[in-house]
C-alpha cells in the first residue's frame, strides 16, 4: 500500500531522517520505536506532508505522493494524530466532531452515533468542552476526529504519553476495533511496548534517523529487546 523509499527529511539545515526505507501492508498495523530525539515524530510528519521530502520516495498504490501537501494527503485518506491529541478546546465534543465532518474533503462524514459505536466513552462528554477532558479524553477525541472522515491511513503519534494506564487499554480496544470494523491501516509511534505489542503485527526500531531492526509483538515484551544505543 504505502512505501517510503530512502526518505531524507528534517527541520531546516537540521537533517533527521537519513536514508530511511520502510514499507506499510494494506489494512496493516505497523509499529514504529525508539528513542526521543530519533526520529519517529518526524517521519510521521514526512509521511503526512508537515514536513518536505528533501530526497527519496513516498508511494502509495504505485504513486509517487511525495510532493503533495498535506491537505491532498489527507484527501487521500490519511489523518495525523499529534502527541496531544488536537482540536478546538472552546468547542464542546459534539461541535469538534460535527467540524471535523465539515472540513474540506470529509465527504461522506460518518453521523455522530455511528462514532460514538467506536468511541463510547465520548457520549457521556458531548455537551463538555474539549479543553476541560483528560489528557486521555483528548486522545480519543482526537482519534474520534480523525475517524469522522474514514480515513484509508492513521497516523498516530505518541497516544499514551501521560495517559493513565486503563485510559492506555480503552485505546487500544478503540484502535483494534476500528481495525477490525474499518480496515484502516495504521503507522503508531508509541514507547509504550506493551500497546504496540497488544496492536501491530510488526514494529519497526528507529535509530537516528533509520530504520535498524524489525520487532514482533512478543519480541516487543522481551526485557532486552529495546536496545537503541
Known amino acids: 500500500?504505502?512505501?517510503?523509499?530512502?526518505?531524507?527529511?528534517?527541520?531546516?539545515?537540521?537533517?533527521?531522517?537519513?536514508?530511511?526505507?520502510?514499507?506499510?501492508?494494506?489494512?496493516e498495523i505497523l509499529g514504529i520505536i525508539g528513542i526521543n530525539g530519533m526520529g519517529k515524530t518526524t517521519l510521521l510528519k514526512?509521511?503526512?506532508?508537515?514536513?518536505?521530502?528533501?530526497?527519496?520516495?513516498?508511494?502509495?498504490?504505485?504513486?509517487?505522493?511525495?510532493?503533495?501537501?498535506?491537505?491532498?494527503?489527507?484527501?487521500?485518506?490519511?489523518?495525523?494524530?499529534?502527541?496531544?491529541?488536537?482540536?478546538?478546546?472552546?468547542?464542546?465534543?459534539?461541535?469538534?466532531?460535527?467540524l471535523a465532518g465539515m472540513m474540506p474533503g470529509s465527504g461522506n462524514a460518518k453521523p455522530i452515533a455511528e462514532i460514538l459505536c467506536l468511541f463510547p466513552r465520548l457520549e457521556k462528554l458531548l455537551a463538555r468542552p474539549s479543553g476541560a477532558l483528560s489528557g486521555g479524553e483528548r486522545q480519543l477525541l482526537a482519534l474520534a476526529r480523525a475517524m469522522v472522515r474514514s480515513p484509508r491511513l492513521l497516523l498516530l503519534d505518541e497516544l499514551t504519553e501521560g495517559i493513565?494506564?486503563?485510559?492506555?487499554?480503552?485505546?487500544?480496544?478503540?484502535?483494534?476495533?476500528?481495525?477490525?470494523?474499518?480496515?484502516?491501516?495504521?503507522?503508531?509511534?508509541?514507547?509504550?511496548?506493551?500497546?504496540?505489542?497488544?496492536?501491530?503485527?510488526?514494529?519497526?526500531?528507529?535509530q537516528k534517523g533509520q530504520i535498524v531492526a524489525e520487532r514482533n509483538p512478543t519480541e516487543l515484551l522481551a526485557d532486552s529487546v529495546f536496545q537503541t544505543d
Do not use: W
Open 46 to 98: 514526512t509521511v503526512m506532508g508537515l514536513l518536505p521530502v528533501e530526497g527519496g520516495r513516498i508511494v502509495l498504490d504505485g504513486d509517487a505522493i511525495e510532493a503533495l501537501p498535506a491537505y491532498r494527503r489527507s484527501r487521500l485518506g490519511f489523518s495525523y494524530t499529534p502527541q496531544g491529541g488536537a482540536g478546538f478546546p472552546g468547542l464542546t465534543v459534539k461541535e469538534n466532531l460535527l
Open 164 to 206: 493513565q494506564p486503563s485510559v492506555t487499554d480503552e485505546i487500544a480496544e478503540c484502535l483494534l476495533a476500528i481495525h477490525r470494523s474499518e480496515k484502516t491501516a495504521m503507522i503508531i509511534a508509541d514507547q509504550d511496548l506493551s500497546f504496540l505489542a497488544s496492536l501491530v503485527g510488526r514494529a519497526l526500531v528507529v
Open 1 to 27: 500500500m504505502l512505501k517510503g523509499e530512502r526518505l531524507i527529511s528534517g527541520y531546516g539545515k537540521t537533517q533527521v531522517l537519513r536514508s530511511l526505507s520502510f514499507d506499510l501492508g494494506a489494512h
